[in-house]
């Protein structure tokens, strides 16, 4: 249900708080033209199907419309459009955030149709963002895992649709195992260790290592955070306890510090020695340029791979078992409609989401983005479990490991406030561990601490 007087609440403080304030206008909010995207006006909607006149619409991403990934959406539109005449649809890039996707939501200004991130879609469906998609919808929660479907519903209301997203799995440079006479790659910690410490060595012989088993993330950021949070649940820790209706940071634990302990010992003896400056991307380089043999990643990361004109091959395996077995970070994106849309805009929308994520249009996700070579490479994955058995999963079976992941999913931001722990303790407090400056139980110790206090103040 709709919280309504919410809503009208938080409108007339935010209209308050806009008219007091210089701007709040980015770049990225202003490229939405308010003249096209003004779902509650009546006069904007058109007749359905069988009057022969068009509904307009539009849709709204995560990435710029005329980027390779924008461009691979507009083909899903295109193809959406041609099956269904009496709708069409405008693409718009850099959806808002948070506070910000609110605003652009109460204000009238917010497309008929956002990709929504996981994280935004609880909170902001407490305060009456979204239209609740259960009635048209709900059956088809039997083509996801249960834990995906649970991060589009809160307090029984479906907010969105899961549409595409990704899992982290373990790639690996098919090319330097068979050199160093590896035949599999690792599936469990000890495994993963001594496969990385094997694949290590000094190929130039000045004494030092210039090939690395592994690359991981020491820099202070989020993907420090995601890929000690996978570890950590793979040992069997939790970001975050639940007790009477009441959230409590959980990560310092026996099963926490264990994993932060085996993180920093793996990335001390099997990564680059510049670690501690890397983050995604200065890792994915590595792995192209078979810096390091293993790398966390997504399903861009084989893209990458490919990118290299074949100078190598790359492998995917799922992660390995740590001590209570697989664990993976998996990000999705849903498909919502925001409060407000109604008569035929409201069913030329939902019209669309049914079409996005239908087993058809969710093959063509995995069609790609155009690279400067004119090739097709892969960038995100459906989130249906019943994809194994399309054209490209059959041709590709690496990219089923992908989907395999899901079965497992750690949840990057488990609560609405981990964002701002994430960003004011847990990356720092991850970095100082990795970097020698305080133990694992310090660390954390700080974790459970400041991030309680933030979950405490935001009451």
């Known amino acids: 249900m709709i919280k309504k007087s919410g809503l009208i609440l938080i409108t007339c403080l935010m209209i308050t708080a806009t008219a007091c304030s210089s701007s709040s206008t980015n770049s990225e909010s202003s490229a939405t033209p308010a003249a096209s995207t003004n779902s509650a006006s009546p ?79 609880k909170p902001l469906a407490t305060q009456g963002a979204f239209i609740d998609l259960t009635k048209d919808f709900g059956v088809e929660k039997e083509n996801y895992m249960p834990q995906i479907w649970d991060l589009a ?4 209301m479906l907010s969105g649709m899961p549409w595409l997203g990704h899992t982290i799995q373990l790639i690996y440079n098919k090319t330097l195992f068979e050199k160093a006479g590896i035949k599999a790659p690792p599936q469990t910690w000890d495994e993963l260790y001594e496969v990385a410490k094997k694949l290590t060595i000094d190929t130039n012989g000045d004494g030092k290592p210039d090939q690395f088993g592994i690359g991981l993330s020491g820099k202070q950021g989020p993907d420090l955070a995601w890929m000690y949070g996978l570890t950590a649940a793979q040992a069997g820790a939790k970001l975050v306890t639940e007790k009477n209706g009441q959230y409590e940071v959980a990560i310092n634990s026996p099963e926490g510090i264990k994993a932060l302990d085996f993180y920093t010992k793996l990335m001390k003896d099997t990564s680059p020695t510049d670690s501690l400056n890397k983050d995604g991307g200065a890792i994915q380089t590595d792995f192209r340029n078979q ?61 669309l989401i049914k079409y996005l994520t239908s087993k058809p249009a969710q093959e063509m996700v995995m069609k790609g983005e155009v690279g400067e070579d004119g090739k097709y490479y892969p960038f995100r994955i459906p989130i249906r479990k019943d994809m194994a058995d399309t054209q490209f999963f059959k041709d590709h079976p690496e990219f089923n490991v992908f989907m395999k992941g899901v079965e497992y999913p750690f949840i990057l931001n488990p609560i609405p406030q981990w964002t701002k722990i994430s960003d004011e303790v847990y990356q720092s407090a991850l970095n100082q561990v990795v970097s020698g400056k305080i133990s694992s139980a310090e660390g954390l110790k700080m974790v459970q601490d400041k991030g309680n206090a933030i979950i405490k103040n935001s009451k």
Do not use: C, H
């Open 43 to 121: 006069s904007a909607s058109t007749p359905a199907e069988g009057s022969g006149k068009v509904t307009n619409i539009s849709m709204q991403i995560a990435w710029a419309s005329d980027s390779g990934r924008g461009k691979a959406i507009q083909g899903m539109l295109d193809q959406f459009e041609i099956e269904n005449p009496t709708v069409k649809v405008e693409l718009l890039g850099g959806v808002q955030y948070g506070q910000k996707l609110l605003t652009q939501i109460i204000s009238g200004e917010a497309p008929e149709v956002l990709q929504v991130a996981y994280g935004d879609a």
């Open 153 to 156: 519903v809160n307090e029984g």
């Open 291 to 351: 810096v390091v043999a293993m790398e966390l990643s997504g399903p861009w990361g084989v893209s990458e791979a490919w990118k290299t004109g074949g100078k190598f091959e790359a492998g995917v395996a799922e992660v390995p078992s740590g001590p209570v077995g697989k664990a993976t970070e998996v990000t999705t994106y849903l498909l919502s409609i925001p409060t407000g849309v109604e008569g035929d805009k409201l069913a030329a929308s939902e019209k």
